[in-house]
């Protein structure tokens, strides 16, 4: 095979300078660059490798990265785009300080930090030290997520922290944990290509992972069977074998019905589960009643192809599960998620070659981020704070008293409740933009109005930062030097390619100032984001997420290690379980019985139509970068509803009219994208937009009981036309994603 061309160079005289990867003219594009970094991309999970151009201390571009072996120098649109971030005229250059009357003003760092301060010292001697909450992300590197769950422990010395990842990946943390003992998937990307059937659920992966497809047309052309559960025919199950289109919500009836027939048929690795698993009669005993026409019933799937699906499945001899949001964000996330589980060890298909499960995490460091202690209820190297022994290991570590440590805090929906409660008073956030992102987000605004001091740390002013008494202007992730975890469990380097601009400053300088400032400097004296790491490996040492053995030198000789890797020697771990060690208690993996129950909120003669929300292409998460690159914008200006010809039909609504959708907890209007790819009883509305366009304004804030992860994926909404038509804007859209 020829030697693929690695520099712009070469790729423009072997294709000519239209073709991809042709350098981007941004700011000093079409200059030399003074250097080329090598980094991660800023979006997603999957974490693409890219090169960074640099010219004058500014992002000019990028270059592929074809030796970085997940994903050989292909990138998505947003991956493409990201580089313009950097130099856009609305970054924050400055401190700001809201002044009544007269909206914002830069102020000195100095201020900002003593009024931080003050009030921060003010709230908790009235109202007690969790009165002082913290919410962040994980867009973060693992440094910054461990240095801010040790602030929040020890410079706040407040219980209630928590993050993003608790509207993204905790339903798949808590059945992994329940299931196996640890949280991450089980297998590298590179089994993937090799399995003979494999199922996605609730993932639409050509749009949030486009990355990944690669893998799965690898594993088509190797002849695998691809099985697809979504309600809409989305762009990976217009070329699946099978696609189930599913009602929002029915997944755990779908997986039960399923169990059953492998039960029936016999198509069970009986040496697997008897050796290596418990809870297996309990698990068949809880599905013996749902038989096909009740599975058809309550997932809205003809029965013929349920039954085809788990054929393919329970034939197989290998095989691969893959699931995302659209089976987690339910009031029964956790559950949908172990009854995925169920099927994977009914079958005995994990820790072998070419067989693996996995949930596929969102942010560029879901993975990472949701292990060193930016939980609630969690310490680093995923330690539960309730643990008195955990407890002890991190408080050494830390040079504290464990009686000081402060205990489980409340989740980020939670906080907000407490908020309302007059419970929470202040409010610190960083790299979270909860008015976009939390469900029913008028009751949002209303928290964030009441708090009596609200400081943002953000590099743009979101629309949550315009609600705080002071925004911090912080870095983006192309500004400090940090390690990341990919959705494979790779840990990989974030090298700093410029630095802040203007008098902005690194996040992680950010925190020290403020816990200098809190009086426990000697508890956060880092030289280099190396420091930071080398003290998570130790915090991380014996953890379940173990990155002891894991260190910056070997993440760049191996481009990337697979945690756990528990000595220095040891070469990480790219497929779990080979040893069939299990880190439950009883070292088993455990299956457990789901017996399916409805979404909270069902439809009724008010609200007749199901309303589910998620993601489109070109658009990343609450969108404050993305809505601000012109070329992702073109591609998809504003939110539109996609809604079936049939029930368009019924309520006489053409392609591109307003239609006003109203659920029990607000109501905004949206142009129809009237598509034959979505089932005819729901409707789709990706989420990306503020304002009057969030979705966020409808979706409903109930929790699932063990991971209170919110229901984002199934509501009841109400749909009216306007007799209004959309702007041009919308209408000349050219891009469709239902289409
Ligand atoms: N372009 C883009 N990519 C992203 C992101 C982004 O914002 N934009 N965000 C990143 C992050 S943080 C995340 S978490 C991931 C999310 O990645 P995904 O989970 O793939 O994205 P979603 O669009 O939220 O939901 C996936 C699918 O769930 C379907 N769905 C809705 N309800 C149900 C249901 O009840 N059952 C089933 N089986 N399916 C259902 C929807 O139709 C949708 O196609 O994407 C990551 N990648
Ligand atoms: N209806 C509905 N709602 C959803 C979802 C859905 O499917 N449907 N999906 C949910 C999911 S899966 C997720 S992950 C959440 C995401 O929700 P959020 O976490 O609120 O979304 P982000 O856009 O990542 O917000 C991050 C903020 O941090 C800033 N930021 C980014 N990088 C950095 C950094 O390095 N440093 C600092 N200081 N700031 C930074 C950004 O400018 C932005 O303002 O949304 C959830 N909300
Ligand atoms: S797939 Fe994810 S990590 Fe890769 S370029 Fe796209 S957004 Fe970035
Ligand atoms: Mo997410």
């Not at 003050?118 to 440094?143: C, H, P, W």
């Not at 907000?416 to 610190?428: C, D, Q, S, V, Y």
């Not at 919110?710 to 702007?727: D, M, N, R, Y």
Request: with cysteine; net charge neutral; aromatic share 8%.
């Amino acid at each position: 095979m020829a030697k693929l061309p690695v520099s712009v160079d070469q790729i423009i005289e072997k294709y000519g300078p239209h073709k991809a990867y042709a350098p981007k003219a941004g700011f000093y594009g079409s200059h030399e660059p003074d250097k080329l970094v090598k980094t991660h991309c800023c979006y997603c999970g999957m974490q693409c490798g890219i090169q960074l151009k640099v010219k004058d201390n500014k992002i000019a571009g990028f270059e592929p990265w074809m030796e970085f072996p997940f994903n050989e120098g292909r990138l998505c649109p947003k991956g493409v785009e990201r580089y313009l971030q950097n130099n856009h005229p609305d970054r924050l250059l400055d401190p700001i300080a809201r002044v009544e009357g007269k909206g914002f003003e830069p102020v000195t760092w100095d201020y900002a930090m003593n009024k931080t301060i003050s009030e921060i010292e003010r709230i908790q001697a009235k109202y007690g030290r969790d009165a002082f909450a913290m919410l962040s992300g994980v867009s973060l590197t693992n440094e910054k997520s461990y240095m801010i769950g040790k602030f929040a422990r020890v410079a706040l010395k407040t219980a209630n922290l928590d993050y993003n990842g608790r509207l993204c990946m905790v339903s798949a943390g808590g059945g992994n944990k329940k299931a196996f003992g640890l949280d991450r998937s089980s297998n590298s990307w590179a089994d993937l290509a090799h399995a003979e059937v494999i199922i996605v659920a609730g993932a639409n992966i050509s749009e949030t992972f486009p990355t990944l497809t690669h893998y799965i047309w690898q594993a088509r052309d190797n002849g695998a069977k691809l099985i697809v559960v979504d309600p809409r025919v989305i762009p990976l199950a217009r070329t699946a074998d099978l696609h189930l289109p599913i009602r929002p919500g029915g997944d755990s009836a779908l997986f039960a019905a399923m169990l059953k027939i492998l039960v029936d048929n016999d198509w069970l690795d009986h040496d697997f589960i008897e050796s290596y698993t418990s809870g297996f009669q309990e698990t068949i005993d809880a599905v013996k009643d749902y038989d096909l026409d009740w599975a058809e019933e309550h997932t809205g799937i003809p029965k013929q192809k349920i039954l085809e699906a788990a054929t393919l499945w329970g034939k197989a001899k290998t095989s691969f599960l893959l699931h995302a949001r659209g089976i987690e964000h339910h009031t029964k996330g956790v559950e949908n998620v172990l009854s995925c589980i169920n099927l994977v060890l009914a079958t005995g298909r994990i820790g072998k070659p070419y067989c693996g499960y996995g949930t596929i995490t969102g942010q560029g460091n879901g993975q990472g981020g949701r292990e060193h202690g930016h939980k609630c209820d969690q310490l680093p190297g995923n330690r539960d704070i309730t643990n008195p022994e955990h407890r002890q290991y991190i408080a050494e570590v830390w040079g504290i008293d464990e009686k000081d440590m402060p205990g489980k805090g409340l989740t980020a929906y939670e906080q907000i409740e407490a908020i309302h409660r007059g419970e929470i008073k202040g409010l610190i956030s960083i790299c979270f933009n909860p008015l976009v992102s939390l469900p029913n987000n008028n009751f949002v605004r209303e928290a964030l109005e009441k708090l009596e001091f609200y400081i943002c740390i953000d590099s743009f002013l979101s629309e949550t930062a315009r609600h705080a008494d002071i925004v911090l202007a912080g870095s983006l992730h192309e500004e400090e030097e940090g390690t990341v975890t990919t959705a494979e469990g790779r840990v990989v380097k974030i090298n700093e390619a410029i630095t802040p601009p203007g008098n902005a400053r690194r996040d992680g300088q950010i925190l020290m100032e403020l816990a200098k400032r809190l009086g426990v400097e000697n508890k956060f004296n880092y030289a280099t984001s190396e420091d930071i790491f080398n003290e998570l490996r130790v915090a991380s040492k014996g953890g379940t997420a173990d990155y002891f053995g894991i260190t910056y030198q070997k993440v760049v000789d191996n481009m990337g290690i697979f945690w756990p890797c528990p000595s220095l020697d040891h070469p990480g771990t790219p497929r779990l379980w080979e040893d069939r060690k299990f880190k439950t208690p009883d070292g088993k993996a455990h299956f457990n019985p789901v017996r399916y129950r409805p979404a909270s909120e069902v439809t009724d003669k008010d609200y007749p139509v199901v309303l589910t929300t998620g993601r489109v292409v070109s658009q990343y998460l609450s969108g404050t970068s993305t809505r601000r690159i012109g070329k992702l914008v073109d591609q998809y200006p504003e939110p539109l509803l996609e809604i079936h010809p049939k029930l368009a039909f019924q309520y006489g609504i053409k392609d591109r009219d307003l239609i006003t959708v109203k659920t029990r907890r607000g109501e905004a209007e949206f142009p129809a994208q009237v598509v034959e790819t979505i089932r005819a009883d729901t409707v789709f509305i990706p989420y990306h937009w503020g304002g009057v366009h969030a979705a966020n304004q409808l979706t409903i804030g109930n929790l699932d009981p063990i991971s209170k992860i919110p229901e984002f994926k199934v509501c009841a909404c109400q749909l009216i036309p306007t007799g209004k038509v959309a702007s041009a804007l919308t209408t000349k859209n050219a891009y469709q994603s239902g289409v």
